[in-house]
């Protein structure tokens, strides 16, 4: 099955800074997802993005999938950011197959 | 804005125990999943339900777990004997087609503590 690789697996920003997050997978995918992890479990979702380019605010994604690899780019960074971020993908049937997540915390 | 709802958010429970998991999903959704996540590990795929079956599930969930949509509403994961290892988050989540088509969308989550 497919295998989903992020890195960095940590990173620690101060307040403002710009980040980029990456999502490699081992083969060509039909849905790529990004979520935010918040300090209390909860999975909240950032984009739907198989391909192309989307942007919410000041987080933007692109998946380029011919190249299997997506970036989620995180701009002016705020404490708020601060969490776990997975990627996750379908490569078939009907369930995501998640990365292990890059951790961000961002300092004031 | 519709979402998944989970109850109880915590619950503890005895090793060797029944639990039962609840999940209202976002009502014109039509697959159903259950996903768990032990403590700093990567989320991990359970099981996919539509049309009232399974229509996939990981090695993980074996005869100890179960799934069932009593009604119109509800999507329930019951571990039937638990075990200090089922200690997890556990996930539940619903899309209005298959996952391979359409985004997913995941309720706040269940924290299962066995002792």
């Known amino acids: 099955g497919i295998q989903v690789e992020q890195s960095p697996p940590d990173l620690i920003l101060q307040e403002g800074a710009n980040s980029t997050l990456r999502c490699n997978f081992s083969?060509?995918?039909?849905?790529l997802q990004w979520f935010h992890q918040n300090p209390w479990g909860q999975l909240i979702n950032l984009f739907y993005i198989p391909s192309g380019t989307k942007q919410n605010g000041r987080l933007s994604a692109t998946t380029v999938a011919t190249e299997r690899y997506s970036l989620l780019y995180i701009s002016s960074s705020q404490t708020t950011d601060s969490g776990v971020y997975f990627c996750?993908?379908?490569?078939?049937?009907?369930?995501?197959?998640f990365g292990a997540g890059t951790i961000l915390r961002v300092k004031s | 804005e519709p979402e998944v709802t989970q109850t109880p958010s915590h619950q503890v429970t005895q090793m060797g125990q029944e639990v039962i998991l609840r999940c209202v999903p976002i009502?014109?959704?039509?697959?159903f999943y259950w996903y768990r996540q032990i403590l700093g590990q990567k989320v991990e795929f359970l099981v996919s339900f539509y049309n009232n079956e399974i229509s996939e599930k990981s090695e993980i969930f074996d005869d100890q777990f179960s799934v069932e949509r009593p009604d119109g509403s509800n999507f329930t994961l019951k571990i039937r004997s638990t075990k200090l290892e089922d200690s997890a988050m556990y996930f539940c989540?619903?899309?209005?087609?298959?996952?391979?088509?359409?985004?997913?969308?995941f309720g706040q989550g269940t924290r299962l503590t066995v002792v």
């Open positions: 989540a619903s899309s209005g087609q298959g996952v391979m088509n359409t985004e997913a969308f």
């Open positions: 996750a993908a379908v490569e078939y049937g009907n369930k995501l197959v």
């Open positions: 083969d060509s995918v039909n849905n």
């Open positions: 009502s014109n959704h039509l697959y």
